[in-house]
């Protein structure tokens, strides 16, 4: 994870400008990170950059989903298809 050192805050920090840091979020849309004993424990966002972030997600796995179909389908053969008709017949529905 490549980490702008100018965005990183310590907790007594945040807890000190909380309210600076969130405006500065919303201008300028880049993260903030928190450190904790030396290591970053945790990524603030702004609303528009977790929103396209979520986008960006949902998007994935849209696409991990179509090709799981697509793999799937390779092996599909509609000779073996039965009808709901049979299905309704076989199982008393």
């Keep these: 994870?490549?980490?702008?050192?100018?965005?990183?805050?310590?907790?007594?920090?945040?807890?000190?400008?909380?309210?600076?840091?969130?405006?500065q979020l919303e201008k300028e849309e880049k993260p903030v990170f928190v450190s904790r004993r030396?290591?970053?424990?945790?990524?603030?966002?702004?609303?528009e950059e977790y929103k396209k972030i979520s986008e960006l997600?949902?998007?994935?796995?849209?696409?991990?989903?179509?090709?799981?179909i697509r793999e799937r389908m390779k092996n599909y053969n509609p000779e073996k298809n039965v009808s709901w008709e049979k299905v309704k017949e076989k199982y008393g529905l």
């Excluded at 994870?1 to 405006?23: C, F, S, Y």
């Excluded at 030396?38 to 609303?47: E, G, M, R």
């Design 57 to 68: 997600l949902n998007l994935l796995e849209d696409m991990e989903i179509a090709d799981q």
């Design 1 to 23: 994870m490549l980490v702008d050192t100018d965005r990183i805050v310590g907790i007594a920090e945040l807890q000190k400008n909380l309210p600076r840091i969130i405006r």
């Design 38 to 47: 030396n290591n970053i424990s945790a990524v603030i966002l702004s609303a």
